[in-house]
């Protein structure tokens, strides 16, 4: 079983939508997530990311954790045209490593939204 | 700072050949990554660098892979006898060990005919 699943895509919302994008983990050991964006022919960019159990707000992006079901959510509210991307969960592949160490993705889902 | 630079962005070669691609971190960078990433898949690790020292390498990293860091600045992946299935973008990425946070580049785009 990979380590990192996310729900498989593509995704298309209207603009102002609220998007859900959703990840599930295997090892409840780990407690450190993070959401990266990818434009098309872009590299992977770190949008957000968490540490254990609750949420972390940004702007319209909202990062949630939620130990006890092992899922990681990502919610953009009033969704734009320019949040069309590939959006990719991530952990470290190390316990006690951060987003500055080697990684594991989810496959990624990919986000349009239609003006 | 322009951030994490790779060339070329697209090779196109044929089975057999080999093909070397390069990166440049952020200056000042001492960690540096390498990771594959096929269509409709997250990236997957490939190599990892500390400074100019190779610390880790993945299972996916065949004998015809080989990455060097010479000087602990830009680094080479290098794949020799290449094959269709190494057909992928190769991304790399750096960081600092003190900041929480990993910068990719654009990646190279490798078609194997």
């Known amino acids: 079983q990979k380590e990192v699943e996310q729900d498989p895509g593509p995704l298309s919302v209207p603009e102002g939508a609220i998007v859900s994008l959703n990840c599930t983990y295997s090892?409840?050991?780990?407690?450190?997530f993070m959401w990266y964006r990818q434009y098309s022919r872009k590299g992977p960019e770190l949008l957000m990311y968490t540490y254990s159990s609750g949420n972390k707000e940004d702007g319209r992006f909202t990062a949630q954790v939620d130990k006890s079901s092992k899922y990681i959510s990502l919610f953009i509210r009033d969704s734009q045209p320019s949040d069309s991307a590939t959006y990719l969960c991530a952990r470290p592949f190390h316990l006690f490593t951060g987003a500055n160490s080697k990684l594991t993705f989810g496959k990624g889902i990919t986000l349009s939204v239609r003006p | 700072d322009t951030g994490v630079s790779q060339d070329p962005r697209h090779k196109i070669t044929k089975r057999g050949q080999n093909v070397t691609f390069r990166c440049d971190p952020i200056?000042?960078?001492?960690?540096l990554y390498w990771y594959r990433q096929t269509l409709g898949q997250g990236p997957e690790f490939l190599t990892y660098f500390q400074n100019e020292a190779q610390l880790e390498k993945s299972r996916l990293l065949s004998d015809r892979f080989s990455a060097e860091r010479p000087k602990g600045s830009f680094s080479t992946l290098e794949i020799q006898r290449t094959e269709q299935g190494d057909s992928a973008m190769y991304l790399c990425?750096?960081?600092?060990?003190?900041?929480?946070?990993?910068?990719f580049g654009p990646g190279t785009r490798l078609t194997v005919l």
């Open positions: 090892n409840s050991a780990f407690q450190y």
């Open positions: 200056s000042e960078h001492n960690r």
């Open positions: 990425a750096s960081s600092t060990s003190s900041r929480d946070t990993q910068y």
